[in-house]
C-alpha cells in the first residue's frame, strides 16, 4: 500500500443550486389539471427504485423498536428491501447515539493475531434478513486495532460528548495492515454465508466505505482505490459471484468517483455496480432559537437539484464503456442533511413530520423513473437513509419513519402507496407536470408547483395510479384545492372496483392528530389511540363501483396542496 496520507479536497458544489431552495410566497398555484392514464400502454417492467433504506445507527437494528419497523417494510414489500447500516467494523460497547454505532468485529490478541467477534453483527442482520430483507453491506470502518500511527494526529478533548479520539474520528483513517483488512472483510463474508446461507448472500451488495470524499475518509484517493482491490478480493475470494461495488461519494464528489472509475476500468477490477449520493439541502443548522419560533430564514429541499445530481452522475459513469450496464446505487438520497437534525435544531426541518415529505417522495420517485426511462445508466435503488432515532420527543423532525412512542409519521405512508403499485408501468401524463427534461436549460431554480401522476397495472388487470400536488417549498400553501380531471382510456374491463387512499393534512397523518391534540409530549392512552388510529393509509372515500364507457373511465379529483391520492382500480367482471 502507498505511504501517502496527506489529505484530499474534492468536495465541489454539482450545479448552480445553492445549499438551500428559499421560499417564494409569490409562486403560481396550479388551480386546474388533466391526467390521462392508457392502460394499453406499457412501458416496461416499473423498476421499484425506493426498496431501500439506510442508517448510520446499527445497533438500533436489533431493539425492538427497529425490528418491529423492519417487519413493517417487509408486510407491504414483495422481494423485501435492501438494507444499509453505517458502522459495521467500528470498535465499541454496542451502545448506539446518534450518527454512531458499532459492529465491534475485530480484535488482535497480545501477539497480534487477528480474532473476530460476530455477537452484535449477527444481532443486525438477524434482524434485516428474519424480517424478508437483504443486506447492502457497507464495510467500513477502520477497527480500533488497524488505526495507523498516523492517526495520532487527530487529537481531542474528550467530553461528557466526545470519548475518544477514536470516536471522534481516528476510525476514518486507512487500517495500518491492507492484509489484516482484507482478512477481516474475508471472515465476514464466510461468517454470512455459512448463516444466512448462499442463495441469500448472493441477493446482497457489498461496498467499501461510505463517502470517501469527505472526512469519513482520511488518506487519499489513491490509498482508497487500493483498499478497494484488497476488499473487493476478499469478498470474491470467498463468494465468486457476489456483488461488489463503490465509491459511495457525496454529491460533491464527481472527481473522486471518476478517479475510482479510472482505476477499476484500467485495471479490470470487479465492479457490479457504482453507487454515489444526493441531497436536496442543507439547512444553517442548530440556530436554537426559542422552540415555538420561525426560523431565521425560510428555506426547503430541492428534487429538481437531486435529479441533476443523478443526471449528472450516471452521465459520467455512461463515458466508462464497460459501465454502461451496470446499475446506479444511490444508497443516500435524501431531502436534506443530516438525518439527526430536527425543528429544535432548526425549523426548516419541520417538513420532515408533515404531509410535505411524503408527497416530495412519491414525486421523487417518479422524477428519477423518468430519468431512468431518458438516460443509458440506470438507477436501481434509490435509499432513504431513514430509520427511527431512541430517546427523541414526539415528532422531533429528524429523518425518520417513526417519532417516539413507535408513532409512524406520514412519511411512512409514501412507501405504502409506492408498494401498491404493480408490476408494469404504463403511460400517464399531466398537462400540469415539470418534465425532466426542463434540467437541461436549469438556472438552479426548485421545482415549481405541478400535478403530476405515475401509473402501473398487474398481471390480473388492476390498474394503479398515483397522483399528486406538489412545490418544493414547505411553506408556500394555497386555500384553493387543485381540480384534477382524470382519464383512464383503453380499459380491458367493463367494470371495476375503485379504491381511493390520501396523504395530506387532514388524511393518513399522525402529525396533524397530534398538533389537534396540543402536541403534548406526555400524551394520556386516549390521546395515543386517536394519534395512531390515524397513522396508516387511510381512504379518502369508500370504495365504489365504476363502469367504463367506451373502454374509458373519466372522475374528477380535488387536490390540496400538497397532497397525494392513490387510486386502485380492480376489475370485477
Known sequence: MSTDTSAHVSRVRLGPFPPAAPSDPDAPHVLAARVDVDASAVSGPLTRVWESIGYDEINWTYTPTG????????????????????????????????????????????????????????????????????????????????????AAELTVTPSPTVYTSYEAGTWGYPPRDYDKWGGLVEALVRHCLERYGEAEVLTWLWELWNEPDINYWRGTPEQFNELYTVTARAVRNVLPNAKVGGPTVTS???????????????????????????????????????????????????????????????RAIATYEPYRNLPAIVDECDAAVPAHFGRYDNRNYEFQNTEYYPVFQVKLMKKILDLNANETVQVQRATSWSFYFEGERFFEGTRSFLTAGGIEKPFLNAYRMLSLLGDERVEATSDAAWNVRALDDTDGSSMPEEVDVLASRDDNGTLTALVWRHIDDQYHTSEQETAVNLTLRNLPARKYRLRHYRVDAEHSNAHTVWRSLGSPQDPTDKELAEITARQGLEEFEPARTVEAHSSSVTFGISLPLPAVSLLILEPTD
Open 67 to 150: 425490528k418491529r419497523l423492519l417487519r413493517k417494510f417487509g408486510e407491504f414489500s414483495g422481494g423485501g428491501y435492501h438494507v444499509r447500516p453505517h458502522y459495521v467494523f467500528c470498535s465499541g460497547s454496542g451502545f448506539g447515539i446518534p450518527h454512531w454505532g458499532s459492529g465491534n468485529v475485530y480484535h488482535e490478541d497480545d501477539d497480534g493475531k487477528p480474532y473476530y467477534d460476530f455477537t452484535i453483527v449477527d444481532q443486525a442482520y438477524d434482524a434485516i434478513v428474519g424480517a424478508g430483507h437483504h443486506v447492502l453491506v457497507e464495510l467500513g470502518f477502520t477497527p480500533r486495532d488497524l488505526v495507523p500511527p498516523e
Open 252 to 314: 460533491g464528489g464527481l472527481e473522486f468517483l471518476k478517479g475510482f472509475l479510472d482505476y477499476t476500468s484500467s485495471r479490470d477490477e470487479p465492479l457490479d455496480f457504482v453507487s454515489y449520493h444526493t441531497k436536496g439541502c442543507r439547512f444553517p443548522t442548530r440556530e436554537y432559537r426559542p422552540v415555538d419560533s420561525q426560523p431565521t430564514e425560510r428555506l426547503n429541499p430541492s428534487s429538481t437539484k437531486m435529479l441533476y445530481d443523478l443526471r449528472e452522475f450516471n
